[in-house]
């Protein structure tokens, strides 16, 4: 069972997931709901600290975007009844289980547009884990460059260099849509909003300074995914 630290970092993640499946807006809602102040769920998140009767209506609460293994249990705990706690190797199984997603390069992901594969394991830069529905296509790109960052602090979206974005193949591109694009001769992949006006199809850089900040495409690009997640579902 996890404590101090490690605690603190499930409970963080668990809002998180909370927040991007809808059922809550923000830590104040988990504040409400426990019927503590705001600077409390701070205490849990930073130090870990909770009291142990809280514990089983933390898990309770959460159970709707993580499982028992989240908090180092190899199962739900009946009333009455201590909780399984799963070894050090055990939860190092689980979450090697759990990254699934590879991280590759922009020019792995302009070959991924021709012909989607799979990844081997040393092909990847990483393994990673994807906390929304994803399917056994999606890949993970770290983000290179300012032109899809937005400096206004009230920006619905912004993505700044060193990002890491979430492409999943079999979604289907609509207006408005984060997309991974390889256009002709270029070799490798790039990123940009697509904007859809009847039969015409712009990428737009969303960096109000990006100098060219809409482009037409035609039959020069292939859409190699939509991105979903990047720390938040998009």
Known sequence: MLNGKELGKAIAKAIELKIASGSISSKADVARHFNVKPPSIHGWIDKGVISKSRLPELWRYFSDVVGPEHWGLKAWPQAGQQPAVLTNIEQIEIDALRKD??????????????????????????????????????????????????????????????????????????????????????????????????????????????????????????????????GSEV
């Open 101 to 230: 997603v590879p991280l590759i390069s922009w020019v792995q992901a302009g070959d991924w547009c021709e012909t989607i594969n799979n990844i081997e394991l040393g092909d990847a830069e990483d393994w990673l884990w994807c906390p929304v529905k994803h399917s056994g296509k999606t890949f993970a790109l770290r983000v290179s460059g300012v032109s899809m960052f937005n400096p206004d602090p009230y920006a619905k979206h912004s993505f700044k260099d060193g990002d890491i974005i979430y492409v999943d193949p079999t979604r289907q591109p609509i207006n408005n849509s984060f997309v991974v694009v390889r256009l002709e001769n270029e070799n490798k992949a790039t990123f940009k909003q697509l904007i859809i006006e009847g039969n015409h199809r712009f990428l737009r850089a969303i960096n109000p300074d990006w100098p060219e900040k809409i482009i037409e495409i035609k039959n020069n690009a292939v859409i190699c995914g939509v991105v979903i997640y990047k």
